[in-house]
C-alpha cells in the first residue's frame, strides 16, 4: 500500500507490568486520497517502528501490511522505500527448546503452566475444604482441619486412575446403535 506521511507523533506509554515504558508513534497517513492514522509501538514491530520515528513529512513509502488473526487488525510488517526490499521484522525462532522461552514470547512454558495448574487445583481445593467444612457448621472448622481436607481433594485429583476405571473407558458400548 503506498503512502504519503502527513504526520508522525511520538509517545511513552507505562507499560502494563508497570516496569517501564514503551514507545508509540501515531502515523497520520494519505492513501488514495485518504487521511487516515495508524498507531504503531515500539515492541511490535522495531523495524517498522523505527523506520517510522524518523520518518518526515511529506515522505512516500510502500507499506506491507497483513491482517492479524488474533485483533483483527491490518499490522505494517514492511517499508519499501525507493524500489528498494522491504524492511521485514525479524521473526523469532518459532520452534524453541523444551523449557525456554521464545525471545518476545509472552506464552508460558510447559513447567510454567504445570505449575501454574497445581496453584489452581491447591486453591480450589482450599475453598471447597471450607465450603464442605462450614455447611451446617456451628463453630468455623480450624486450620488443621482445612487443610487436612484440601490435602485429601488435591490426592484425589492427581492420583492415577484405577485400573477397573481405565478399563471401563476403553470399553465399547455394548448396546449397539
Known amino acids: ?42 515492541f511490535t514491530n522495531p523495524t517498522v517502528f523505527k523506520y517510522f520515528e524518523t520518518a518526515k513529512k511529506g515522505d512516500s513509502v510502500d507499506v506491507t501490511s497483513v491482517k492479524n488473526e488474533k485483533t ?26 523444551s523449557g525456554t522461552r521464545v525471545t518476545g514470547s509472552n506464552y508460558e512454558t510447559k513447567e510454567e503452566r504445570a505449575v501454574r495448574q497445581r496453584y489452581i487445583i491447591r486453591q480450589s481445593s ?35 486412575p484405577s485400573a477397573i476405571d481405565m478399563l471401563v473407558d476403553e470399553m465399547d458400548s455394548d448396546i449397539p446403535y
Open 1 to 42: 500500500m503506498q503512502i504519503e506521511i502527513v504526520d508522525v507523533v511520538r509517545e511513552d506509554k507505562p507499560s502494563s507490568n508497570g516496569k517501564g515504558t514503551y514507545g508509540q508513534l501515531t502515523v497520520t497517513y494519505r492513501s488514495n486520497g485518504k487521511i487516515a492514522e495508524k498507531k504503531l509501538m515500539s
Open 72 to 97: 483483527g487488525y491490518w499490522d505494517w510488517t514492511g517499508i519499501n522505500q525507493g524500489g528498494a526490499a522491504p524492511a521485514t521484522p525479524n521473526t523469532p525462532n518459532t520452534a524453541p527448546s
Open 126 to 160: 482450599l475453598s471447597n475444604a471450607i465450603e464442605v467444612l462450614t455447611v451446617g457448621a456451628k463453630t468455623p472448622p480450624t486450620e488443621e482441619a482445612v487443610f487436612s481436607l484440601a490435602e485429601k481433594f488435591i490426592s484425589f485429583v492427581f492420583q492415577a
